[in-house]
């Protein structure tokens, strides 16, 4: 059951979202009747917050236009999502200060209640993200607010680009999509000067300048997919082929995404990529559920018979 209060304050929430919305669609979202509903508008207007009531059989409610709303109130279960998400945003490393957020976790905590301010502080000192931040360079707001507009206005970029060797080189980019992967942010798009498809790590973009040159991004393209993808496949010493005995489903919650690319065929899955290592690799797969086969390197099976021999002698 919702609190008298609270329901009035979900009345405000409501109207402050939708200006205008008839009793019986009010009465329907708070589950009270048109009564209750009334006494409720009253409380609001008491408050000298100015609700018009249009009477009438199609009669409703209207906030009046231009009203400065009193700051926004939030539930328990909104107040900790948010706890959440500043946490989030911490890890991602998004500003090079972090005193926004900072700032934003101060005036949360100064408004909540002694019981819910105690959850929040919970949150913030027990909960771990997998995204180590430690190494990471966060990327030049400038640059990072750049490229998020021109992927979604669909406007090309020129870049001053710093390889890993340090040469820089300049690009004309068509962004396609932003990712955090692996404790660095990756803009992916077309680059006119391969002329292909490449990703880019925002630390090493020395200037960016925008344009007003269209590009067409493609329907449904995934910046963490690619990247992935792109990961997986990097050329490294031992390329691999295994046969998965499983059904895809199976596959993709214990391969993980960069170990390689899974393939489904009629009735198993395969698995490629490339490893410098070839004992750390027969050390993954033996981990896997399910039977495989390896296709090759002929040295794997080597390594995977001495993962095998130590599992024997173990158990002996």
């Known amino acids: 059951m919702y609190h008298?209060?609270?329901?009035?304050?979900?009345?405000?929430?409501?109207?402050?979202?939708?200006?205008?919305?008839?009793?019986t669609e009010l009465a329907r979202r708070l589950e009270v009747n048109a009564r209750t509903l009334?006494?409720?508008?009253?409380?609001?207007?008491?408050?000298?917050?100015?609700?018009?009531?249009?009477?009438?059989?199609?009669?409703?409610?209207?906030?009046?236009?231009?009203?400065?709303?009193?700051?926004?109130?939030?539930?328990?279960?909104?107040?900790?999502?948010?706890t959440v998400g500043l946490i989030s945003a911490r890890r991602l490393n998004l500003t090079h200060?972090?005193?926004?957020?900072?700032?934003?976790?101060?005036?949360?905590?100064?408004?909540?209640?002694?019981?819910?301010?105690?959850?929040?502080?919970?949150?913030?000192?027990?909960?771990?993200?997998?995204m180590d931040t430690a190494s990471s360079i966060p990327p030049h707001e400038t640059i990072l607010s750049t490229l998020t507009r021109a992927t979604q206005l669909g406007?090309?970029?020129?870049?001053?680009?710093?390889?890993?060797?340090?040469?820089?080189?300049?690009?004309?980019?068509?962004?396609?999509?932003?990712?955090?992967?692996?404790?660095?942010?990756?803009?992916?798009?077309?680059?006119?000067?391969?002329?292909?498809?490449?990703?880019?790590?925002?630390?090493?973009i020395v200037d960016i300048k925008p344009t007003q040159e269209p590009?067409?991004?493609?329907?449904?393209?995934?910046?963490l997919t690619y990247i992935t993808q792109a990961i997986a496949t990097l050329p490294r010493k031992y390329p691999f082929e295994l046969i998965l005995?499983?059904?895809?489903?199976?596959?993709?919650?214990?391969?993980f995404d960069v170990l390689g690319i899974l393939e489904a065929k009629q009735r198993y899955v395969t698995l490629r990529g490339s490893v410098d290592d070839l004992a750390w690799l027969a050390r993954q797969i033996a981990m896997f559920s399910f039977e495989f086969v390896i296709q090759e390197p002929k040295e794997l099976k080597d390594e995977v018979e001495k993962v095998a021999e130590k599992l024997r002698a173990a158990a002996r």
């Not at 409610?61 to 279960?77: D, V, W």
């Not at 976790?105 to 771990?128: D, W």
Request: hydrophobic letters at 35%; charged letters at 25%; one cysteine or more.
């Open 4 to 23: 008298p209060t609270t329901r009035v304050l979900t009345v405000l929430a409501l109207l402050q979202t939708h200006g205008r919305m008839t009793g």
């Open 38 to 82: 009334r006494r409720y508008i009253v409380m609001l207007q008491d408050l000298g917050i100015p609700i018009e009531t249009e009477r009438g059989r199609y009669g409703a409610y209207i906030l009046s236009a231009g009203y400065k709303l009193p700051p926004m109130m939030f539930t328990n279960e909104e107040a900790l999502a948010l």
């Open 97 to 130: 200060t972090g005193h926004a957020i900072e700032s934003a976790f101060a005036k949360l905590e100064r408004v909540l209640p002694h019981e819910l301010k105690n959850q929040v502080r919970a949150l913030t000192e027990t909960v771990a993200f997998s």
């Open 155 to 204: 406007q090309r970029a020129h870049l001053q680009y710093q390889s890993s060797q340090g040469e820089t080189t300049e690009r004309a980019l068509d962004p396609y999509g932003l990712t955090y992967f692996q404790s660095k942010w990756y803009v992916i798009g077309f680059c006119h000067l391969r002329q292909e498809v490449r990703s880019f790590r925002l630390d090493r």
């Open 215 to 223: 590009f067409e991004r493609p329907a449904g393209f995934d910046p």
């Open 245 to 255: 005995k499983t059904e895809m489903e199976t596959a993709q919650k214990e391969v």
